[in-house]
């Protein structure tokens, strides 16, 4: 059995005022939408039902059914709160994906060669990597381009990747030398 998929649309910033308030950074679209998709749960599955009450300094302060007071609200700060990927909507252009809907796919090289499995979806700002996991525990961190990653075909588990050439300077990395500045 396979676990079910989660998708974090938020995480709990910090408490506002007196009366048990959250802040919190969303990652929906419309920040609003955080509670559009019913009953959030974080990582142990604890159950949190929202109540958007307003923004402030670019984040949401919400109710948190039961949270009555500041040291309450406080206790929450750092949570990241999920909901089950079925409770989203599918992607209405074929070009989206749910970062979800990718980890675990098979990635394959033009001849159909595996060269492992998607394992996590970063993005730090520069655009989105894939982390590949081979058979071995290797890792490496792939672009998630047009040019790198041709296709994906979530149906069938699997994804085309045309990996970039190594360079020189990686290869001599893999082998344990370093790159000392001319003297």
């Given amino acids: 059995m396979?676990?079910?998929?989660?998708v974090c649309l938020a995480a709990v910033a910090g408490a506002h005022g007196v009366r048990?308030?959250?802040?919190?950074?969303?990652?929906?679209?419309?920040?609003?939408?955080?509670t559009a998709y019913g009953p959030l749960q974080d990582e142990e599955g604890n159950s949190y039902?929202?109540?958007?009450?307003?923004?402030?300094?670019?984040?949401l302060i919400a109710e948190v059914e039961g949270v009555t007071d500041r040291d309450a609200a406080e206790s929450l700060k750092g949570k990241r709160l999920y909901v089950k990927r079925e409770a989203l909507p599918q992607p209405e252009d074929s070009e989206e994906f749910y970062f979800a809907d990718l980890i675990g796919l098979e990635a394959r090289d033009s001849s159909d060669t595996l060269l492992g499995y998607i394992s996590a979806v970063y993005n730090f700002?520069?655009?989105?990597?894939?982390?590949?996991?081979?058979e071995e525990g290797g890792e490496r961190l792939l672009p998630f381009t047009r040019q790198i990653v041709p296709e994906?075909?979530?149906?069938?588990?699997?994804?085309?990747v045309d990996p970039p050439p190594e360079t020189e300077a990686t290869e001599a990395s893999e082998n344990g030398?370093?790159?000392?500045p001319d003297a």
């Fill in 125 to 134: 700002g520069a655009g989105d990597l894939l982390e590949l996991r081979d």
């Fill in 177 to 180: 030398e370093k790159n000392a």
């Fill in 152 to 160: 994906v075909d979530l149906a069938a588990g699997w994804i085309r």
């Fill in 49 to 59: 039902r929202l109540k958007v009450k307003g923004e402030a300094r670019g984040l």
């Fill in 2 to 6: 396979t676990p079910e998929k989660l």
């Fill in 20 to 34: 048990g308030q959250v802040t919190l950074k969303t990652f929906t679209e419309t920040p609003e939408s955080v």
